[in-house]
């Protein structure tokens, strides 16, 4: 295995954090962060998965730390916000990657669907996103510089049917990120958001689309093979694309880049 540090790195001297970091798209952007030079900081719920993730990233030579943290937390939050910058002096990228079970939230007709569990992910995204970054900028806005980074998938911006509050919830995240944007990029403090397709290499969508084709009694592979068809490019958007995506709005080569979504669907959405 080639040393990252082999390499011209993109976010060299950065510290970035990274929420919901045990989870498959949290561990894969932190990899790609720490490939770049960054020293990342790792969180979760639980400290098994996101371990497991510090132990690749020091494996192969990155600089990584963890802690137990929960993104709802305002409190938990903003206490390892301290903890980091009086230990790396500042934070210069905040991502948050935590994501919800779609069970008994997708594959379910909005007629059936209980108020409480449509309305579960849209105060779950809002309220975290909202929480990780107001205490980021809260440590980047007076140093003038820092980048607040969050992902979505697709139906953010198509209406797809059976997908419940989940939609509603992405949507609100990228609105969220434009408004971010137009209060702090005056100060310096960039705000993106990344927008793929589903990815198949997650856990999370093998699940979320064995639930819609149960509904549409169908084959999972036969959704799939459906879903896939709507790109362009007949595929899904991959890890390593989103996380090189990731990595170049997380960069300096960015600086431009602000209040607005980098979409990855592959010709599903034009924006």
């Not at 390499?7 to 798209?25: Q, S, T």
């Not at 594959?107 to 205490?135: C, N, Q, W």
Request: hydrophobic share 45%; net charge negative.
């Amino acid at each position: 295995m080639t040393n990252w540090k082999e390499k011209d790195m993109l976010l060299e001297n950065k510290n970035v954090v990274v929420y919901g970091a045990g989870g498959a798209v949290g561990g894969a952007v932190a990899r790609g962060f720490a490939q770049e030079g960054a020293r990342v900081f790792l969180t979760g719920r639980t400290a098994d998965s996101v371990n497991a993730v510090a132990k690749e990233i020091s494996d192969a030579g990155g600089a990584v730390e963890t802690a137990v943290v929960d993104a709802l937390d305002e409190k938990s939050v903003i206490e390892h916000l301290d903890a980091v910058v009086a230990d790396a002096g500042r934070v210069d990228v905040s991502f948050n990657a935590i994501g919800i079970s779609p069970r008994r939230l997708q594959g379910i007709p909005f007629t059936d669907l209980p108020v409480e569990d449509f309305m579960r992910p849209i105060t779950t995204y809002a309220r975290a996103h909202f929480v990780t970054a107001k205490s980021a900028a809260l440590h980047m806005i007076p140093r003038g510089s820092g980048v607040i980074l969050m992902h979505t998938p697709e139906p953010a911006r198509v209406s797809l049917p059976l997908v419940g509050g989940m939609s509603v919830g992405w949507a609100a995240m990228e609105a969220l990120n434009r408004a971010l944007s137009a209060e702090w990029a005056q100060h310096g403090v960039r705000s993106l958001c990344l927008r793929t397709t589903g990815m198949l290499e997650t856990p999370t969508i093998d699940l979320v689309y064995g639930l819609h084709a149960d509904a549409m009694g169908i084959s999972k592979d036969q959704f799939t093979a459906m879903a896939t068809s709507m790109t362009h490019r007949k595929r899904p958007t991959t890890m390593a694309e989103l996380t090189s995506v990731a990595v170049f709005l997380a960069s300096d080569q960015a600086s431009a880049m602000t209040g607005t979504v980098a979409n990855l669907t592959g010709g599903i959405i034009v924006d």
